[in-house]
């Protein structure tokens, strides 16, 4: 038995057509900015409407099973309100429709999820760790038993080849998880660096840059 699922990331206000699927995974740079200083009154007001007015009624008409969403470095909402909050927002319009994870966890079907909203050296933004260390802590909770990785970072070398530096973008942490997890890992999800936008599949793990484009893909059901 397969689960479709429909990943998704970096619209920053975008909410693309989604066509029918069980599952819906959004990992980060949801929202759009409302002003230039990112954690402004204005912005965060902004947001804050955006999420009500726009977003929960999008994610209510999608035709899907479950969403799960990830915020990132353009997310000051979530950041701002924490994780526990933003469930309890969920689940008051949409049960158990929809899910938001910031370093944590959940069973999708079959399927264990965890999601990662962090970034590194963007001091300004929502969800940035400020050292190495910081960044391992954060990550060496996360169960080896993880079968879909979402994190808003790629891993370096992964897809994050980043033309305005002529350089790779990524995380060595993040790059160094999936190695830990490659026994039980069948997808990991990512954004952040455009430019590498696309899927790839090596060694029995799929690597999706979800970066403002909708890709599907269908996982065998583990029971």
Same mark, same amino acid.
């Given at each position: 038995?397969?689960?479709?699922?429909?990943?998704?990331?970096?619209?920053?206000?975008?909410?693309?057509?989604?066509?029918?699927?069980?599952?819906?995974?959004?990992?980060?740079?949801?929202?759009?900015?409302?002003?230039?200083?990112?954690?402004?009154?204005?912005?965060?007001?902004?947001?804050? +409407?955006?999420?009500?007015? *726009?977003? !929960?009624?999008?994610?209510?008409?999608?035709?899907?099973?479950?969403?799960?969403? %990830?915020? &990132?470095?353009?997310?000051?909402?979530?950041?701002?309100?924490?994780?526990?909050?933003?469930?309890?927002?969920?689940? +008051?319009?949409?049960?158990? *429709?929809? !899910?938001?994870?910031?370093?944590?966890?959940?069973?999708?079907?079959?399927?264990? %999820?965890? &999601?990662v909203p962090t970034v590194r050296n963007l001091p300004q933004f929502s969800f940035n760790i400020s050292s190495d260390e910081n960044e391992a802590a954060i990550l060496s909770i996360i169960p080896d038993d993880i079968n879909i990785l979402m994190t808003h970072s790629p891993a370096y070398g992964m897809m994050d080849f980043l033309p305005a530096i002529n350089s790779n973008a990524g995380s060595v942490a993040v790059s160094a998880l999936v190695d830990r997890l490659k026994k039980n890992l069948l997808v990991h999800q990512f954004g952040h660096i455009h430019e590498g936008k696309g899927s790839v599949s090596l060694d029995g793990i799929t690597y999706i840059n979800s970066s403002c484009e909708v890709i599907y893909k269908s996982l065998r059901t583990l029971f």
């Open positions: 038995m397969f689960k479709s699922f429909a990943f998704y990331s970096d619209g920053h206000g975008t909410l693309p057509e989604i066509n029918n699927c069980d599952y819906f995974l959004y990992c980060g740079d949801i929202f759009p900015d409302f002003d230039y200083v990112p954690r402004s009154v204005d912005n965060i007001f902004g947001q804050n +409407s955006w999420f009500l007015d *726009k977003f !929960i009624p999008y994610l209510k008409n999608l035709p899907v099973e479950k969403c799960i969403l %990830v915020g &990132g470095n353009h997310d000051y909402l979530l950041e701002r309100l924490g994780e526990n909050t933003v469930n309890e927002i969920l689940h +008051s319009y949409l049960g158990e *429709k929809a !899910i938001y994870l910031c370093n944590s966890g959940c069973q999708l079907g079959s399927f264990k %999820v965890w &999601g």
